[in-house]
């Protein structure tokens, strides 16, 4: 399987960003995704994940913030962010079974 992942940009503290990861192949309804993140000096770091049936998962510090979802007609995952903090700046990687990396799209929060 191979991922795309869009949808990252400019955003200010507050507002909201979706993004968007495209995976090619029908293995892609039986794989767990994830989203993940890197902020410049820091490491990779889980944000949420979702099973391949559906129940998602987040990292305490998104909780209530960010949605995971799929939908396995487009055989895309998506990250819903909202009240994104300056904090939340990173580049923003999509993951299948926790082994196939996406190439990544950079979320700046910023005024």
């Known amino acids: 399987v191979q991922l795309q992942a869009s949808g990252g940009g400019l955003v200010q503290p507050g507002g909201s960003l979706r993004l968007s990861c495209a995976a090619s192949?029908?293995?892609?309804?039986?794989?767990?995704m994830a989203w993940y993140r890197q902020a410049p000096g820091k490491q990779r770091e889980l944000v949420a994940k979702?099973?391949?049936?559906?129940?998602?998962n987040y990292a305490d510090f998104v909780q209530g913030r960010f949605t995971i979802s799929r939908d396995f007609a487009k055989n895309t995952v998506y990250l819903q962010m909202s009240s994104l903090k300056p904090e939340d700046t990173a580049v923003y990687y999509c993951?299948?079974?926790?082994?196939?990396w996406g190439q990544g799209t950079l979320v700046t929060v910023s005024s």
């Open positions: 993951n299948a079974a926790f082994i196939i």
């Open positions: 192949g029908s293995a892609f309804v039986t794989y767990d």
């Open positions: 979702i099973t391949s049936r559906g129940v998602p």
